[in-house]
């Protein structure tokens, strides 16, 4: 049967883990009858004549309908190749994976666009292709549905524009249109949000979070951007250096240090969020407060070098339209005065 195999019948979802599932507030995506990829044993790399060259071997996982799932590693460690070997592209080195739309996969990748001259809805239109047969001829069900994928990513008012007049975002975003129009139930993407800026980041991995939730598809992310992916991946695949992948809840890989196990941090407490500032002055602050304004009043004082404590002289957070502070009977409405007043009484 090949690399892929072609799978029938469903199994039986444990019904009580699935009542506590919905009673945790937790939303069941994944049950065992829905998955739209499994690996087993699955080795890949690539083969040459001294040999193969095994990036990732024998995973087993399963890809959800429903689910954001975030690849996760670092440089080098065989993303891109999982990516290209689980979209049929390149050959695995060993084991099986198991796919009821073994031909139902869209694909996103980072390699650029050559011809920049077509339009924005030409290159969606690309997407309709293995639908339309050799002629070539759309019906208006095609065209809908070509325009309907536009619109899914915010971009129907550039539906004409050329993609040289594209933002990388936008293009980015036309990419994605492309792979909707071609209607599979799973998406796998390698780096969507490279080179990309805060706002389009955020924008995109929020935009493929809510097409895998709203419409149900399998979508899986090889990416960088830990930030988002904590925050916003139903599930993490997680390259580690023996070759193997991590499978798991954001949170729970964080809080085993599974993370910091295969990124060895330096100086970056993933717990927290937060960058490790060593105290370099000798004076303590005690920190009256709550809120947003309390996390970054404290941020501003421990980058500072003072150390937070309930030892020190009291600093008073006063929330309202714009936050105050008070000092020793002194009102500052900025933390650069307030800290610069602090550093110079001690001076």
């Not at 999982?82 to 979209?87: E, F, G, P, S, V």
Request: contains cysteine.
């Amino acid at each position: 049967m090949g690399l892929f195999k072609s799978i029938s019948g469903r199994n039986k979802t444990n019904k009580y883990e699935l009542a506590q599932a919905k009673n945790l507030g937790f939303f069941y995506r994944m049950s065992v009858s829905s998955f739209m990829l499994k690996t087993k044993n699955l080795s890949v790399g690539y083969g040459s004549k001294k040999g193969a060259h095994i990036l990732l071997h024998e995973i087993n996982l399963t890809l959800g309908a429903g689910q954001l799932t975030c690849f996760m590693g670092p440089n080098g460690i065989g993303k891109s190749t999982l990516i290209r070997t689980l979209a049929g592209l390149q050959p695995a080195l060993a084991g099986e994976l198991t796919a009821p739309h073994e031909k139902k996969i869209a694909l996103v990748l980072t390699d650029k666009i050559s011809s920049m001259n077509m339009r924005v809805y030409d290159l969606v239109s690309y997407g309709r292709y293995p639908h339309v047969g050799w002629g070539l001829s759309f019906t208006e069900e095609d065209r809908l549905v070509v325009t309907n994928a536009i619109a899914e990513v915010h971009l129907a008012h550039l539906t004409h524009k050329k993609l040289e007049e594209l933002s990388d975002g936008q293009l980015q975003l036309a990419m994605i249109a492309r792979a909707l129009a071609q209607e599979t139930p799973i998406i796998l993407l390698d780096e969507p949000t490279a080179h990309l800026d805060q706002n389009n980041r955020v924008e995109i991995m929020r935009l493929l979070r809510t097409l895998a939730h709203q419409k149900n598809k399998a979508i899986l992310v090889a990416t960088h951007e830990l930030d988002l992916a904590l925050q916003l991946a139903d599930t993490i695949w997680l390259a580690t250096q023996d070759k193997k992948i991590k499978k798991g809840m954001p949170e729970d890989l964080v809080l085993d240090n599974s993370f910091d196990d295969v990124f060895q941090f330096k100086g970056f407490d993933l717990k927290t969020g937060k960058i490790r500032h060593e105290p370099f002055r000798k004076q303590k602050i005690n920190l009256s407060g709550s809120g947003f304004e309390f996390l970054w009043t404290k941020n501003a004082l421990e980058r500072e070098g003072f150390l937070v404590s309930a030892e020190g002289d009291t600093v008073d957070i006063l929330p309202g339209d714009t936050t105050q502070w008070q000092y020793h009977n002194h009102l500052f409405h900025s933390l650069e005065s307030l800290v610069a007043k602090i550093i110079f009484e001690k001076m």
